[in-house]
């Protein structure tokens, strides 16, 4: 469930619950609430409107993580439409901008995004690899395998735990092989139960 889901309106937003884009678009470019620029960002993802997604990649940058959040589901509930604005706020110097765009492209179900997706495991922050392992994981392309089997020896443990689950969800022999040599060569409990429990996949 969306979190925003569970409260009331922000005191001085309770005239956006009816309003349509173009107010909410100028509440979260203006507004210095950051309660009420993520209000206005989570009525657009009720909008789904095409028309909203300028607004919403740069809020992407917005100086609130809860802003940014906001801001990457209503893209993802847009679709297809906003991928390749997202495509282009991943070419951003904050990482902060790169993790949320790569985020909503993972929640869009659609082949266009495995690409990008994969362009962004290389990153070099890693939770925006982190996230670009996560979309992969939950898209399921095979396009994704020698990728994700090259992020099996990321210096960063979580980054290694979510390229094994991504695998998991592919499998195939090519994969097992990968996750088996893996195995043997991990020493993180965590990443070791992850990649056990990917062996075992179906």
């Known amino acids: 469930m969306n979190s925003m889901e569970e409260s009331p309106a922000p005191a001085g937003a309770e005239d956006l619950t009816t309003a349509g884009w173009e107010k909410l678009s100028g509440a979260l470019q203006e507004n210095k609430d950051p309660h009420v620029r993520r209000y206005a960002a989570y009525l657009m993802e009720k909008l789904s409107d095409v028309r909203t997604i300028p607004v919403l990649v740069v809020a992407l940058s917005d100086t609130d993580k809860g802003v940014r959040e906001q801001a990457a589901l209503a893209l993802s509930a847009i679709g297809k439409n906003a991928i390749e604005p997202l495509k282009k706020a ?63 020896s990321d210096e960063n443990d979580f980054v290694r735990t979510m390229a094994a689950k991504g695998l998991g969800k592919v499998g195939g022999e090519k994969v097992r092989a990968a996750l088996g040599k893996a195995l043997d060569r991990e020493e993180n409990e965590r990443v070791r139960a992850a990649i056990t429990e990917a062996l075992q996949s179906p």
Do not use: N
């Open 90 to 152: 991943m070419e951003d110097p904050k990482w902060e901008t790169r993790y949320r765009a790569v985020e909503a492209l993972g929640k869009i179900a659609d082949r266009q995004v495995v690409a990008p997706l994969v362009k962004a495991l290389q990153d070099s922050e890693d939770h925006v690899r982190y996230m670009a392992a996560k979309g992969l994981r939950d898209v399921q392309d095979s396009q994704a395998i020698d990728p994700l089997i090259a992020l099996l």
